[in-house]
């Protein structure tokens, strides 16, 4: 091989080696991207769900209104997952509300008072449930019985307790 068939060796290996590390530098902005906040670029259409529950839609000039809403996290990219999330915040705060209502006090530094939570058991779909004592979970709702969870599923309904607050597919 001589020096200008080298030469034009290395060029293409160095756009090569440019073309990966692009590739690679992508890769990195979607990773980055999936734990953040969903933004809408400007001037795009977004829906977001305003005080009273209504599903809005708007476009992106990135005025305060706009920069509350999306810091928020009430930013969407469709009516379908704005209303889906309306309704996952409505029926966990009923369900919540139902369960603090109607539950004993719990008392955290008491190891010997059970606290009791359900679960999803996706082998035999069935709703399950179960106590804890000393342990406690950032993301679940505990009750002073298994009963009042049962009241609480039934007073939101089964469906909207697996749809919005399991979060599972029909």
Not at 2 to 21: A, H, P
Not at 24 to 39: N, P, R, S, T
Not at 72 to 90: H, V
Not at 108 to 119: A, E, F, P
Request: with cysteine; charged share 35%; glycine share 4%.
């Amino acid at each position: 091989m001589n020096k200008e068939e080298l030469q034009n060796k290395i060029s293409e290996v160095e756009k090569m080696l440019c073309e990966l590390k692009d590739e690679l530098e992508d890769m990195e902005e979607k990773e980055a991207e999936k734990g953040k906040i969903w933004k809408p670029a400007d001037d795009e259409t977004y829906w977001y769900v305003d005080l009273d529950g209504e599903i809005c839609k708007s476009a992106s000039i990135r005025m305060c209104f706009d920069t509350y809403t999306i810091n928020f996290g009430n930013c969407y990219p469709t009516k379908e997952k704005a209303e889906f999330e309306a309704n996952r915040e409505k029926y966990t705060r009923l369900f919540r509300r139902y369960v603090e209502q109607h539950s004993e006090p719990l008392d955290w530094g008491n190891v010997y008072q059970d606290k009791y939570y359900c679960y999803y058991r996706h082998n035999s779909r069935t709703i399950e449930f179960s106590n804890a004592a000393g342990i406690q979970d950032a993301f679940i709702i505990y009750a002073s019985s298994e009963e009042v969870l049962k009241e609480a599923i039934d007073f939101i309904g089964e469906d909207n307790f697996k749809r919005f607050i399991l979060q599972l597919e029909n």
